[in-house]
């Protein structure tokens, strides 16, 4: 065996070197043990390919040298980074592609190390890539656009470089108008082989999958969009924008309502939202806005006005901030400086903000005016990267994973032509594809009986620490829709509950899909409902998905995968077309007789009179064979049915390692016998030496005897129909735990009740009375034995339940942040919810990645880079302590401002108005004002002491001469 250090490694000398090539210097009893288990080919949480155990060498001058650079470059924290390898074993090259440097042991003067997967393995890159930025084409959200990705789109064929995503009619609990369906209440959902082709192609590997290159694969589609879609970084950046204005005229007014202030230079604007031409900014979304300008004139006093106004598509207006000036003021002073400011103003399609100016004088403008989105919609016109919203967390492996689940996925790498297979376990139909290829392969059976050693057989049951039930069922679903349907139901919906058979122990086993949720579809009787567009058979069948149920648009709705039947005429049972709107140009709708229809189970007719409902469904079960469990899991699970696992002692060397496949069918010859098997294992196999490894078989029968008609599992009544339930009851003030009995289910007389109850998992046991309250244990398990007299003799039922206390805890700490940009200051308070009594709450803050410090809620963090908060709030009962952690990284210059107003007192009770304090940024402006009567009305300072009495205010607005926001200081005047 070879190991190649790939990595450039300074200071070797060139006698290190074998043909210019650094290898590890390796005794011979330095083997690496490798093993490959089949199961960890589907695992969902932990796909694997292979792994081997950890690796000594010895302290050589070459291998001191790579530990030494190892240690002085590649340290990172407190971890070593790891060097690229290549592991050679003869003509045998291994997959895993870095060594890590584990430890040293100074008495046996040796390394340790661990292989690893690296760059390069598509395990680590799919980990690492992630899903929104796969590469996909712009689109441009208008209802033409809309209308060619309905009628080209719905189906995603690998050959033709098409979309690899659709724009379904989905109700995601509320819209934006009660008439028609307006194109920024769609939403993109991508078909899930496209990401996976696209994303493999990105780190450099092929994907093929023959269960999702069939037509009902090409049609599934995933929501995947981040639960923060308005506040996706690359739409916000988007809208922001400012224009200024530089000696503007603004004339008389004689209508008294204003005259728009134009700001004509546009310093930027990427959306093109705001018209130089007539001051206005169209944009929809939620946004602050503000303008600060100064005012000149040469006229006589009179009324001044100025104005931020909203004004909606309807013509209504809405005053956000004003400045007014009225013709009794004292002085109507030659120069005004005007701040407008305005904070969540919610703006829709065809709304508009902009500055008016009421004058009886001709005013001279300077001065500028910006906004910038706080949280941004989806607009109608906006060229998009639809991959930028999908939610930032997600990798192509978590895609993998999910897509995997749904059909009872296998991997395999090829690793000559560099491409990942996801296989269903075997040959199956799928809907109108049948025949489809599997991972098991039944045409070449493969002898394997010269490798395998005599008398080294060992034989276990595959069933051990199974339940008898297996549950496969989507994600535990948030959506409100899904709520109220499983209420009172024993299992989720669209799952399947499969028998294994009482051999196995009592119990549920659930496989849930690591990534989506289920999704229904209802009826919409909602487009139209105002005259005069009402129609008959305005009812379509649509997904709908909600995080609530008071008709607000949801964005928590969790991720879902559904079929898209495409665009399809949707049918009444008597023939007649259902109908909906959509707004297409400016505010005028159209009627539509065609749906972008998508589902998982469908309920109406599509296609020509008078329709028909499609066949295909995407459920784990049941549903008369169209579900995922008949066309993926069934088969294999009645494989393993022949439950018994058989270890032998083979002699597997480097080429078989690497040749034995998990798709082969084995034949073996043993002991007087010749038998059928599926590889499940090749563990212990050795570099370096002659010794055997193990492979582990699981006989099985020949695919070509499996016939159609075949009885599966099915489940066995039981001889004893009495079912004892145990109830528990958790009170999380008093930290108790309690169990009472259910016997709702029994239906013959009891003869014996005992119970138990053990708090280390079942390990011992001790007496329990009903209805005894435990204190002080996280988890208790009860046991409950009852003997009854049944119909056909005394049997005996024995139920275990067992009560998590962390399963009532409510308990969510949380930090609420409040940054001052103007002078870089920040603060955290508490916030969260709790249903458990606090016994501890401990707070600390890291500033600019420096140690941990304690922190006081609510004190001011100024001058920093970077700062982190940690809260951790623990209880005075068995929930856990909860912790949770606030980071806030300063983006662009910082703004350390901090200005004062001091009142200094110059006589008895008269002050004088000063301003102190310091400032990173110049000063280009400041206005000071007072006012006699709290501040219900404002005058510029004159500039001389003012008199200390009830109800004086003054104030301060300091504006600055680069980006940083201006700051508004105001102080209650002293007095006696």
């Not at 499940?680 to 499996?706: F, H, K, M, Q, Y």
Request: hydrophobic content about 35%; proline content about 5%; overall charge negative.
């Amino acid at each position: 065996m070879k190991i190649q250090v790939l990595d450039q490694i300074a200071n070797i000398a060139d006698s290190m070197l074998d043909n210019g090539k650094l290898f590890l210097d390796l005794n011979r009893q330095d083997a690496l043990e490798f093993s490959r288990v089949l199961s960890q080919l589907s695992e969902i949480n932990n796909i694997r390919d292979e792994a081997a155990l950890s690796l000594t060498f010895p302290y050589s001058e070459k291998n001191k040298a790579i530990a030494d650079f190892v240690r002085n470059h590649n340290l990172t924290g407190k971890k070593y980074e790891p060097i690229a390898v290549l592991v050679q074993e003869g003509a045998i090259v291994h997959r895993l592609n870095y060594l890590q440097f584990t430890g040293a042991n100074d008495e046996t003067e040796q390394f340790e190390a661990q292989l690893e997967r690296g760059p390069g393995h598509w395990l680590h890159d799919a980990n690492r890539l992630l899903l929104k930025d796969i590469p996909f084409a712009e689109f441009e959200l208008t209802f033409d656009a809309l209308l060619n990705n309905w009628q080209e789109n719905s189906r995603y064929e690998n050959a033709i470089d098409n979309a690899g995503y659709y724009w379904p009619l989905v109700n995601y609990g509320g819209w934006l108008r009660k008439d028609a369906v307006m194109p920024e209440d769609l939403r993109p959902w991508f078909h899930v082989l496209a990401l996976l082709e696209k994303g493999f192609c990105e780190i450099g590997w092929n994907f093929r999958t023959p269960f999702y290159e069939t037509e009902f694969g090409q049609r599934l589609i995933c929501y995947l969009l981040s639960e923060n879609l308005l506040e996706v970084p690359e739409v916000l950046a988007l809208r922001k924008f400012k224009a200024t204005a530089q000696s503007v005229t603004v004339d008389i007014d004689p209508s008294a309502t204003g005259q728009h202030i134009i700001f004509s230079a546009v310093q930027y604007d990427p959306s093109a939202g705001y018209n130089a031409s007539n001051g206005r900014y169209y944009a929809t979304g939620i946004f602050t806005f503000s303008s600060a300008l100064e005012l000149t004139h040469a006229g006589p006093p009179g009324p001044l006005i100025v104005t931020l106004e909203r004004v909606a598509v309807d013509g209504t207006r809405q005053v956000l901030d004003q400045y007014e000036l009225n013709t009794d003021a004292p002085a109507f002073i030659q120069t005004h400086t005007v701040v407008l400011q305005a904070e969540d103003v919610q703006m829709a399609y065809g709304d508009y903000v902009h500055v008016t100016c009421l004058a009886f004088t001709q005013m001279i403008v300077t001065g500028y005016f910006d906004g910038f989105a706080q949280k941004a919609y989806l607009e109608r016109g906006m060229v998009i990267n639809p991959a930028s919203l999908i939610s930032g967390e997600l990798t192509l492996l978590d895609l993998y994973k999910a897509a995997s689940h749904l059909c009872a996925g296998k991997t395999f790498t090829d690793w000559e032509r560099q491409t990942v297979w996801l296989y269903a376990p075997n040959k199956t139909d799928i809907f109108t594809d049948t025949g489809v290829q599997g991972f098991f392969k039944d045409e070449n059976i493969v002898d394997i009986t010269d490798i395998v050693l005599p008398r080294s057989e060992l034989v276990t049951l595959e069933r051990t620490n199974k339940k008898r039930y297996l549950v496969l069922q989507f994600a535990d679903s948030s959506d409100e829709h899904i709520k109220k349907i499983e209420e009172g139901r024993s299992f989720p919906i669209y799952s399947k509950v499969v028998d294994r058979g009482n051999q196995y122990e009592e119990g549920f086993e659930y496989s849930k899909n690591p990534l989506f949720q289920a999704t229904v579809n209802k009826a919409l009787a909602k487009f139209p409902v105002v005259p005069p567009f009402i129609v008959p058979n305005n009812e379509v069948d649509i997904p709908h998905c909600s995080d609530n149920d008071n008709g607000s648009i949801s964005y928590k709705i969790g991720f879902r995968v559904l079929y898209c039947a495409g665009y399809q005429r949707q049918r009444t049972d008597t023939g007649e077309v259902r109908r909906w709107r959509i707004v297409t140009t400016g505010n005028n709708s159209t009627g539509m007789q065609n749906v972008p229809y998508a589902f998982q189970v469908p309920n109406a007719r599509i296609g020509p009179d008078p329709g028909a409902v499609p066949v295909q469904r995407l459920i784990y079960g049941d549903d008369d064979g169209r579900d995922l469990y008949t066309m993926a899991y069934k088969q294999e699970l009645i494989d393993r049915l022949y439950s018994v696992r058989a270890g032998f002692k083979a002699l597997v060397d480097a080429y078989n390692y690497k040749q034995l496949s998990f798709r082969d069918l084995y034949k073996l010859h043993y002991n007087g016998r010749t038998f059928l098997a599926r590889l499940l294992e090749i563990n212990a196999r050795r570099t370096c030496t002659d010794g055997p490894a193990e492979i582990v078989l699981r006989p099985t029968i020949w695919g070509g005897d499996l016939c159609a008609e075949k009885e599966t599992v099915k489940y066995q009544p039981e001889t004893c129909p009495n079912y004892p339930e145990i109830n528990i009851s958790i009170n999380v003030a008093a930290d108790t735990i309690t169990a009472t009995a259910q016997d709702a289910a029994i239906n013959d007389p009891i003869i014996t009740d005992v119970w138990e109850y053990s708090t280390d998992g079942g390990s011992t046991w001790s007496n329990y009375t009903e209805g005894q309250a435990i204190s002080g244990f996280p988890e208790v398990t009860f046991r409950r034995t009852v003997s009854f007299d049944a119909e056909k003799g005394d049997c005996s039922q024995v139920v275990t339940k067992t009560a998590v206390f962390e399963t009532v805890c409510d308990n969510t700490a949380d930090i609420v942040l409040s940054y001052d940009p103007s002078k870089n200051g920040i603060t955290a308070t508490a916030d969260g919810t709790f249903n458990s009594p606090i016994a501890s709450d401990v707070w600390s803050a890291e500033i600019d990645h420096g140690s941990a410090q304690t922190y006081t809620p609510g004190s001011e963090v100024n001058g920093f880079t970077h700062v982190k908060f940690t809260r951790t709030v623990s209880f005075a009962n068995s929930c856990e302590a909860s912790t949770v952690e606030k980071e806030y990284e300063v983006q662009g210059d910082q703004c350390n401002n901090a200005p004062e107003l001091e009142l200094v007192e110059v006589a008895d009770c008269v002050y004088d108005v000063q301003v102190s304090g310091s400032t990173s940024s110049a000063i280009c402006m400041s206005f000071i004002e007072v006012s006699n009567n709290d501040g219900a009305k404002w005058l510029a300072w004159d500039g001389y002491p003012i008199k200390g009495e009830a109800g004086k205010k003054v104030r301060a607005t300091f504006q600055f001469c680069d980006s940083c926001p201006p700051i508004y200081i105001e102080k209650d005047c002293p007095f006696i």
